[in-house]
């Protein structure tokens, strides 16, 4: 196996007994970038002369005697995340040349734990996309068909992930920007519960759905990168007071016996059908391993595309207001007043699918649209989250088809919006709930992975990681890798 194919806690296992160093590992991998990322497009930068000195200060703290899962392991970090000194974009020209002088917790929390940060991975503009179509500097290509779409918007760290141009990946989800792309590359991707990560440095685009996530070649590294960045966090007040569990402890435990869910509303019309099928065989995994399957149903499921695109761009319209051209980020040079400066750093520097949901957000907050929209879909998501309390007071997590289709091409879908939008039917639920969630490869379509989605009851992440080990070690998709 080739260094850069290895998981993290691989790596770990090597570092640890001195079979290599992280110098070497990030060496490995910084060639991985170079001789493939030219075609997959994973990075909007990467850090070489910085990496390796991590490393080298990784390398001499193990050898005075210090030890952590991820002490010397190189990681890509979505380029929403504020790094200091480190240009951060969000894959927009508003912020093309912006320099934090801060650290996002999560980084704080990674670089504390001696993490390799090897750069920052191209996203959709301020996260707003399913495909990496709507970065302001080029589109990512999914490592398994270089034609066609990684997903998004943690298409960058996703592809980098599977490309073997990182170990592991940190992401953002709003409404399915890990597990969506996961599913599309064909690994593992979290969502955890909104509260459990700190998003202090998590540039917003919706502040009641953002959550800071990972992404690995397995769930063990998914585990193992939430366990570092989990906890309370004085900077964020929605950081829920709660302790942190040993999410390795019991990941092995048998499911035998456990009750799985399965909303039937998830397997919808339309779905291509080698995607249900891979989820139907997943399913007789999860029984021959000993789990109760349970039908369950999720009404109020065909009312999340609308209830999602009424509040997201509602929170995106006002979180983005920010972005004037006066504090910082890019500013039109040849504006006369200050109104003219709004007005041009806001149409030159935001790309049309940012302003077109800025658009959308300010028309549903508007003085006699607000009861109309905001409030109803405010009403609406008290009644998804309902279908998942309802749900969990019968089963301990419920499993479904991550996106109802494989990747498709770039360009097929970008100009039809509803078609764009319904991609991410099966993941918006889980973040309008505030719920925890995982994808994972259970299959693979002409070539194609096809991802599964373990969803969990808030704070339940133990639940969901254990559900997920279970299918993965029973199977070896999750072995896949990309012929690049």
Known sequence: MELYDLTIHQAHELLARREISSVELTQALLDRIAAVDEKVKAYLCVLEEAALADAAAADRRRAEGEDHPLLGIPLAVKDVLTTRGIETTCGSRMLENFKPTFDATAIIKLRDAGAVLMGK??????????????????????????????????????????????????????????????????????????????????????????????LGKDVTDCALLLQTMAGHDPMDSTSAELPVPDYREGMDRSVAGIKLGVPREYFREGMQPEVEQAVRQALDVYESLGAELVDISMPHTDYCLSTY????????????????????????????????????????????????????????????????????????????????????????????????????????????????????????????????????????????????????????????????????????????????
């Open 121 to 214: 991975t191209n996203t959709d503009e301020f996260a707003m996309g399913s495909t990496t179509e709507n970065s302001a500097f080029f589109t990512t290509h999914n490592p398994w068909d270089l034609s066609r779409v990684p997903g998004g918007s943690s298409g960058g760290s996703a592809a980098a992930t599977a490309a073997g141009e990182c170990i592991a990946a940190i992401g953002s989800d709003t409404g399915g920007s890990i597990r969506q792309p996961a599913s599309f590359c064909g690994v593992a991707g979290l969502k955890p519960t909104y509260g459990r990560v700190s998003r202090h440095g998590l540039v917003a685009f919706a502040s009641s759905l953002d959550q800071v996530g990972a």
């Open 309 to 484: 695109y009424v509040l997201a761009p509602a929170e995106a319209s006002a979180n983005l207001a920010r972005f004037d051209g006066i504090r910082y980020g890019y500013s039109a040079p040849d504006a006369q007043d200050i109104w003219e400066t709004y007005r041009k750093t806001r149409a030159e520097g935001f790309g049309p699918e940012v302003k077109r949901r800025i658009m959308l957000g300010t028309y549903a907050l508007s003085t006699g649209y607000y009861d109309a929209y905001y409030l109803k879909a405010q009403k609406v998501r008290t009644l998804i989250k309902q279908d998942f309390d309802r749900a969990y007071a019968q089963v301990d997590a419920l499993v479904a088809p991550t996106v109802p289709l494989t990747a498709f091409r770039i360009g097929e879908k970008i100009d039809d919006l509803l078609q764009l939008y319904l991609v991410d039917i099966l993941t918006l639920s889980t973040n309008l709930a505030g719920i925890c969630g995982v994808s994972i490869p259970c299959g693979m379509a002409n070539g194609l992975p096809i991802g599964m989605q373990v969803l969990g009851n808030a704070y339940q992440e133990a639940t969901v990681l254990r559900v997920a080990y279970a299918y993965e070690q029973a199977t070896d998709w999750h072995l896949r890798r990309p012929p690049l």
